[in-house]
């Protein structure tokens, strides 16, 4: 990369950046994709329908998938996109097969205790509320740039390590391995019939 | 126009994760609670790299990562602990699954 550009990046608004680099449009599309993730969000906790809370909840992910990427993290955006919305929903949709009986899309959808549900998580958006009103001096006003392309393999460096030696991360990714061979067995044997 | 900061993302995240709390306190149906944990699990995945961004560190997207190999395993998890209840008792409501009751 050009190595003037790399002081020009340091420590500078986003809008004097070289023409290559500066984002563009960055409220119009911040809004918009707030504004879908929210609005899945939240069709995810009133729909009736278990399919169509699913596929809020698709919108959604790839929602917060498009704000990784406006926050210039797209190792993360691109795991998002294939490991929660290309695995974990496809695993919910199928569960949704199996156990949705037709009474239970007729039935109901808030359970017994909604009222109280309904104030204890009222009192946790005032306390968030209160937690950013209060604490506005401790972010920054402006977001410094970060050079792109070479996100994926710090990442990579900071997972596997590099030349030889461990990465920060390397144990507990091996722990992760663990934890999913583990997964998968358990969710094997408790499908089981017969054990 | 207002310069988006980190606030901007830290209040989205705020905003989903309270409505993954009212999905998971409110709905009858145990999938669609299970899937409001999965809506707060992103909620605090955007909270992460927000801050990462913010510090200008890699290490808040490496736990976003781990966090969502977490939700993987949570959720094949969970969602074989439901299949195996539907099996035994044939609801998936949370009002009837009430057997450890006194």
């Known amino acids: ?195 | 126009m207002v310069p988006i900061t980190t606030i901007h993302y830290l209040v989205v995240a705020a905003a989903l994760f309270v409505l993954g709390v009212i999905g998971v306190l409110t709905r009858r149906n145990v999938v669609i609670v299970l899937m409001s944990i999965e809506l707060i699990l992103n909620a605090v995945n955007l909270n992460l790299v927000a801050f990462s961004r913010m510090w200008g560190r890699l290490d808040g997207q490496v736990f976003a990562i781990f966090i969502v190999v977490d939700a993987a395993a949570e959720a094949a998890v969970g969602l074989g602990i439901l299949i195996a209840f539907f099996r035994n008792k044939d609801t998936i409501n949370v009002d009837e699954i009430d057997l450890l009751k006194w």
């Open chain 1, 1 to 195: 990369m050009n190595p003037g550009l790399h002081q020009a990046l340091i420590a500078v608004d986003t809008t004097s950046i070289g023409p290559g680099m500066a984002p563009v449009a960055t409220p119009f599309f911040f809004y918009l994709l707030s504004g879908l993730a929210i609005a899945g969000g939240f069709l995810v906790s009133t729909r009736r329908n278990p399919v169509h809370c699913a596929l809020a909840l698709i919108v959604t992910l790839i929602a917060v998938a498009n704000l990784y990427l406006m926050l210039y993290a797209p190792f993360v955006a691109a795991v998002q996109i294939m490991v929660y919305a290309g695995g974990i929903m496809v695993l919910f949709l199928f569960v949704i097969m199996l156990v949705s009986i037709e009474r239970a899309s007729r039935d109901r959808r808030f359970n017994r205790f909604w009222p109280v549900g309904l104030a204890t998580a009222c009192g946790l958006m005032a306390l968030f509320v209160s937690a950013f009103v209060k604490g506005r001096a401790l972010f920054p006003d402006r977001m410094i740039a970060i050079p792109e392309g070479s996100n994926t393999q710090q990442v990579a460096s900071m997972l596997y390590g590099e030349a030889g030696r461990m990465g920060q991360y390397t144990f507990a990714f091996e722990i992760a391995s663990l934890l999913l061979l583990v997964a998968i067995l358990g969710a094997v044997i408790m499908t089981k019939k017969k054990i």
